[in-house]
């Protein structure tokens, strides 16, 4: 029973002292506007009034580094990166119309040419057409010649043929009239008479 009562003894002490410590933060917390200004001028320099001289003068020196990084440095560096930007298109540009011209002019030589070729083939078609028709000319010409001299020896063939055929016919004619005369009548037959009755016959 007594241990117990010690040990209980340094926890009541520790509780109390921790109240004690509580009812001290409690009355601290309640303080004035003033005393609020005074603990944040002392904690943070910036609000001290005696420091803004030296807080002006290192601003102006921070923004005068800027400045100049920024005008020596950095935007020479971002200039020069937008001149070759800005040339690089430049020339892409100059590049693009460069070829877009040479295809122009590169098609108007493809159309002057197949023009060309065009007129080309229609004059050599005309000029085989023409030479086809004159060898045709030619060849009907002379298969007409050929046809002309072919009848003109059939017609002098049949022409003689005919006067063949006449004088074999007379001769013929001739023959049998004498042999007749000579078998009805009681004297020869004058030949002259019989080939003059003959021809005077065949010539009716």
Not at 130 to 140: D, I, N, S, Y
């Amino acid at each position: 029973m007594e241990n117990e009562t010690e040990a209980a003894e340094p926890a009541a002490d520790a509780a109390a002292q921790t109240l004690e410590a509580e009812g001290a933060v409690a009355p601290a917390a309640e303080t004035t506007g003033a005393e609020v200004l005074e603990v944040a001028e002392t904690t943070m320099p910036q609000l001290d009034v005696a420091l803004f001289p030296n807080l002006i003068f290192w601003l102006v020196v921070a923004i005068l580094a800027l400045y100049l990084i920024l005008t020596r440095v950095a935007l020479p560096r971002i200039g020069a990166i937008l001149a070759e930007r800005n040339d690089a298109i430049s020339n892409d540009l100059e590049q693009a119309a460069i070829f877009k011209r040479r295809a122009q002019e590169a098609e108007a030589s493809y159309n002057a040419a197949l023009a060309k070729a065009r007129e080309e083939a229609q004059k050599i078609a005309a000029e085989t057409k023409a030479q086809v028709g004159r060898e045709l000319a030619t060849l009907t010409a002379k298969a007409d010649a050929e046809i002309a001299a072919k009848a003109a020896e059939s017609e002098r063939r049949i022409r003689e043929i005919e006067a063949s055929a006449v004088e074999s016919v007379g001769a013929v004619a001739r023959d049998a009239a004498a042999a007749i005369v000579a078998a009805i009548g009681p004297r020869p037959a004058d030949e002259a008479a019989v080939a003059a009755a003959v021809a005077a016959r065949m010539g009716g």
